[in-house]
């Protein structure tokens, strides 16, 4: 079953056109990696189909919903994390917790059992009322990513979300990425390390708004020719005209 569904989408900013008519589809509990070097239009057709920017042409479904006129019931089907990890560090982490869970909408009763087995889970019972600030990087990670799925939507959207945190760290917030597959929650992820794009069972590649490959990575790599999907990256990225 599709969860995103994109045919001919575009966005122009006057004469500039920033996605250039992309069709994909992005199955149920599916990793899908969505790459491209900077000014590919990656960012742009996040936006859109998180129901943050209109298109210009073109259509598109998230969770079922049209992105044109359903954007408010698009928000509240999905999750989004970036590489800030969109947490509030003079908040506890409790608190933290409470507000998103608020944003999302669950209700008082629902999020105080949530916010309970989100902490067992994650092994920070503990640190309930520790300020977000204080604690280390890669359980700041696993927290943000936890929030941005306590609604349990049906896709979660991951912004280069393991930006400037080690190899370890990283490999440990994909065991995260996993489980969530695993139960359903779709994975739509944008990242500058071409290793994890190895982790998706599926990517596409942008350049200069379009999609040039969609594929999963060995079947990339094969058609490539190349030992990695950093080969295959640095192979269309080079024939990009333009930058952010």
């Known amino acids: 079953m599709s969860v995103i569904e994109t045919d001919k989408l575009s966005k122009r900013f006057g004469s500039f056109t920033a996605v250039d008519r992309i069709s994909f589809r992005v199955e149920k509990g599916e990793i899908f990696g969505f790459l491209g070097a900077n000014g590919a239009g990656k960012t742009t057709a996040m936006r859109m189909l998180c129901g943050l920017s209109v298109p210009t042409s073109g259509q598109a479904r998230v969770a079922g919903y049209d992105v044109y ?17 969109s947490l509030y560090g003079d908040l506890t982490v409790g608190e933290n917790i409470r507000l998103f869970g608020g944003i999302y909408g669950l209700p008082k ?12 889970t994650l092994g920070m019972e503990n640190e309930r009322n520790t300020f977000v600030s204080d604690l280390p990087l890669g359980w700041k990670q696993k927290l943000a990513f936890s929030v941005a799925i306590i609604h349990e939507p049906e896709i979660v ?10 190899p370890v760290t990283r490999r440990r917030f994909w065991e995260l990425i996993y489980r969530a597959s695993e139960r359903g929650i779709t994975a739509f992820v944008t990242t500058h390390y071409m290793d994890e794009a190895e982790y998706c069972n599926r990517v596409s590649i942008m350049v200069d708004g379009r999609i040039e490959a969609l594929d999963k990575p060995a079947a990339l790599k094969d058609t490539f ?17 333009r930058n952010e």
């Not at 009763?109 to 067992?120: C, M, N, S, V």
Request: no cysteine.
């Open 109 to 120: 009763k629902q999020l105080a059992g949530r916010t309970d087995e989100l902490l067992r």
């Open 69 to 85: 006129r359903e954007q408010e019931q698009i928000k509240k089907h999905i999750g989004y994390m970036s590489q800030r990890f």
């Open 157 to 166: 959207f991951l912004d280069e979300p393991t930006g400037g945190v080690d």
């Open 225 to 241: 020719q190349a030992g990695n999907m950093n080969e295959v990256f640095r192979a269309l990225a080079r024939k990009a005209v």
